[in-house]
């Protein structure tokens, strides 16, 4: 065989070979990421796709709106200073009893929903909750127990049926001098929430948005698979009580370990029962799972402040949601859908008899 008839084959074979490597490699699915403190906490957003300028880009766009949430539910800003002007929780507040504050659609909703879930759960979920909270000091450095005479006069400023919401003009008003909103129990959700919205619409399919350990996934993972995430053990640092499976969907927690204090051995943490004045009492950690994240974060607070009973009943009766709580008495309880897609390690410390 002559030279030339070799040569011609071994090229055409290198380029080929070459054009199939660059495809591959301009087609391989890059992951970006990138974590940035707001509202509050560490919250990291990654992205899968093949093209990483657009994945920068994508979530630079779900990180200004997040950014444009946190503004506008921000209550702790001091008066006077640019994000106080900005942040329409502090106007409303400002405004209580006074009058009404024309707000952001994303407002609006926020407090629509919040008012809806209020009543649904009989004031056990409840954002007029500022004058308590302000009490105990849990945004503060020096939380501490109220004396009973304060936690009566402020119960007096907490009702969310004192929220008064007009569709028509777009506004919110406290109706007594003194209420206060705290949307903490909220925010955060449903700013991760407007994060996957924006991140859809720049083309993104796989995404996770960890803020703080609520967790929001689009898709599936990078091996097709669904998502495993874990549940933090309530009592034991940097340990997982139960492995979950998700897609598509989010996992929020509220729990008593996040922010609390202790005295004479009893723990006083931050999610208040707005009826009593007091921190709820029967739940370490509750999880609840379902699509959208704002829901999942109302819901994780509402669950979080009902007898565990009560909430794992009312879960059932909820469509497309799902809860997994650890009670005070160190009892592991969860809706029934939830069987064969939570996996509890059989050594677990706690108490689980759904297991059969
Ligand atoms: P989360 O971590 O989502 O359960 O929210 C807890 C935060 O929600 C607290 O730090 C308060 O700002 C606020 N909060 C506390 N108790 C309640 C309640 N019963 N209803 C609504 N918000 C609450
Ligand atoms: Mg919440």
Redesign the pocket.
């Known amino acids: 065989m002559r030279r030339g008839n070799i040569v011609l084959p071994v090229v055409l074979f290198l380029s080929l070979t070459l054009i199939a490597a660059y495809v591959f490699y301009s087609n391989r699915t890059r992951e970006y990421s990138s974590d940035r403190f707001l509202m509050d906490t560490l919250i990291s957003i990654k992205v899968y796709g093949s093209d990483s300028e657009a994945l920068k880009e994508a979530v630079a766009s779900a990180y200004s709106e997040m950014h444009r949430i946190a503004s506008l539910t921000d209550a702790f800003p001091k008066i006077g200073t640019p994000e106080y002007r900005e942040s329409d929780a502090c106007r409303i507040n400002q405004q209580a009893g006074v009058a009404p504050v024309v707000v952001d659609k994303d407002t609006f909703k926020i407090l629509k929903m919040a008012k809806h879930y209020s009543e649904l759960s009989e004031g ?4 007029t ?1 500022g004058p308590l ?1 302000d009490l105990w000091g ?2 503060g450095k020096n939380p501490h127990i109220p004396s009973p005479e304060s936690i009566k006069s402020a119960l007096s400023l907490v009702n969310s049926r004192d929220l008064i919401l007009n569709e028509q003009e777009r506004t919110a008003f406290l109706a007594k001098r003194g209420m206060k909103l ?5 925010a ?2 449903y700013a991760t929430e407007k994060a996957i919205q924006s991140l859809k619409a720049s083309g993104i399919s796989k995404a996770l948005i960890d803020a703080g350990g609520n967790i929001r996934v689009l898709g599936r993972n990078l091996h097709g698979t669904q998502w495993r995430i874990g549940i933090k053990d309530p009592r034991k640092q940097n340990a997982v009580v139960a492995i979950l499976q998700l897609e598509d969907s989010s996992a ?1 927690t ?1 729990g008593d370990y ?2 609390f204090f202790e005295v004479d051995g009893k723990r006083y943490h ?5 009826r009593s004045g007091y921190p ?1 009492g029967e739940n370490m950690t509750v999880t609840t799972l379902t699509a959208d994240a704002a829901l999942a ?1 109302v819901l ?3 669950f ?2 009902l007898p565990p009973e009560k909430a794992v009943q009312m879960a059932e009766n909820l469509d497309g949601v799902d809860l997994f709580l650890i009670t005070d008495k160190r009892r592991i309880m969860h809706t029934q859908s939830l069987k064969g897609k939570i996996d509890v390690p059989s050594e677990t410390s706690y108490r689980y008899d759904q297991r059969r």
Do not use: E, Q
């Not at 056990?124 to 954002?127: G, M, P, Q, Y």
């Open positions: 056990a979920f409840d954002v909750v909270m849990f945004g705290d949307l903490g129990a909220i955060k959700g929020v509220s996040y922010r931050h999610i208040i029962d707005p709820a974060d994780s607070t509402l979080f402040v």
